[in-house]
């Protein structure tokens, strides 16, 4: 039965902490992403990966940073100098160039 | 810098009659668009999509359409149904080959029983 598993579905960090959001995908896809979603904005791209140990900025990384040591992983860590974190944290990846992502069912970062 | 763009927040109609989303884009080095649907605390699912070789594609009560000279897309769904009331994100595929897709706002439809 393959698919993305993120954890944790709900999280709370205290400001000026780190937390790390786990993605994990037995899909064998090669391609995953990293996304997040606030109200009124869509879905905006925070980093990607093409290939283990490789990965790339997307439109929003400052404040995040990621590693992609195996293919099924692509952890993201929220750092204190992201300045607003609190959002809806969504893993993807994609079999092949082209086509459509396939979801996780996100984590919910709250700072409190 | 807003390239794709659903400029309606939110659309409500009656079950059984059509719903219409749309979606406007800028760049016209997209060549790959797609429809996705989320429910509250959920990932998005993929609906459909359309290549820009093509202006229409059509699945089950679901029908995508395209109009490159006007860089419109919509989603046409017949007949609307309450288990269809969800947040629906347009994408365009970025060019080259990264995966990237870039999100619209999201339209929240509402089918009334």
């Known amino acids: 039965d393959g698919g993305i598993t993120q954890s944790p579905k709900y999280l709370f960090r205290k400001e000026g902490q780190n937390v790390t959001l786990s993605c994990e995908q037995n899909l064998n896809h090669d391609a995953m992403y990293w996304y997040r979603q606030d109200p009124g904005q869509g879905l905006r791209l925070i980093y990607y990966s093409q290939i283990v140990n490789d990965f790339q900025k997307g439109d929003i990384a400052e404040g995040y940073s990621v590693s992609r040591e195996k293919k099924e992983s692509f952890p993201l860590t929220v750092t204190s100098a992201q300045k607003n974190p609190t959002a809806f944290y969504l893993c993807?990846?994609?079999?092949?160039?082209?086509?459509?992502?396939?979801f996780g069912s996100g984590t919910r970062l709250t700072v409190v | 810098d807003q390239q794709v763009k659903q400029n309606s927040p939110s659309l409500s109609v009656q079950e059984g009659r059509i719903s219409i989303l749309n979606c406007d884009y800028t760049n016209s080095m997209f060549d790959y668009f797609l429809w996705y649907k989320k429910y509250p605390a959920e990932g998005p699912t993929f609906l459909i999509s359309i290549s820009s070789i093509k202006d229409k594609n059509e699945d089950g009560r679901f029908t995508v359409f395209l109009n490159k000279s006007a860089k419109h897309l919509s989603l046409h769904i017949v007949p609307s149904q309450p288990g269809d009331s969800a947040v629906y994100f347009c994408a365009a595929s970025a060019p080259g080959n990264t995966g990237k897709l870039i999100f619209g706002q999201g339209t929240t439809l509402q089918v009334k029983p």
């Open positions: 993807a990846t994609l079999p092949g160039q082209s086509g459509g992502y396939t």
